[in-house]
């Protein structure tokens, strides 16, 4: 489902504050935004948007800060975001665990499409194909609940990320599943893959 960048927010705090609560179980949401770009915690807008802010505005997307660990990147149609709320204190997930399982889950995703990718690169979040980055994540835990979480490029407009500097990185290059293919790939697939890989991961059943 297509969903704007603060809808998914505001689900995200539902799911988390029913798991604070004792009354809800482990979440996934799986979606894509609208075109939108997001402003994390360490993110600074003016350094790192080319061109500065006013630069964005004939493109089309918004301009969104939000509370997830990381710097500025883009999301929209052709993406695949998958954002997990789980309770890992209660589960004993440490917070690398969490975020190198969300890591490899995406290069189990790229690697069922032909692709080679590779997480845990030193100094660098997310997945990368070489140089260049295929997949984001940026994750908010808070009292051991986790929210936001990884976005994977499938067919995305990559001329928006050469708008930003990509997750504070000069000089970083974006790619696309179906641009490293060169055919074309299903959201669909990719997002049971990622959804299948996660839930293995951590030993969760997942309610969508």
Known sequence: ARLPDRAALALQEEAAAAL????????????????VFTVGK???EDSEFEGGRAGLEASGAEVVQTSRGGQV????????VLYPIVDIRRRRIGARRFVEGLEDAMVAAAAGCGVEARGRVPGR???????????????QIRQGITTHGLALNVSTDLAFFSKIVPCGLPGAEVTSLERETGSTVSAAQVEQSLL??????FGLEFST
């Open 42 to 44: 360490r993110g600074a």
């Open 73 to 80: 990147t883009f999301h929209g149609p052709g993406q695949v």
């Open 125 to 139: 979040t997310g997945v990368w194909v070489g140089d260049r980055k295929l997949g984001a994540i940026g994750v």
């Open 196 to 201: 299948g890989h996660i839930s293995d991961a």
């Open 20 to 35: 604070r609560a004792g009354r809800g179980p482990a979440t996934v949401l799986l979606l894509e935004h609208p075109a």
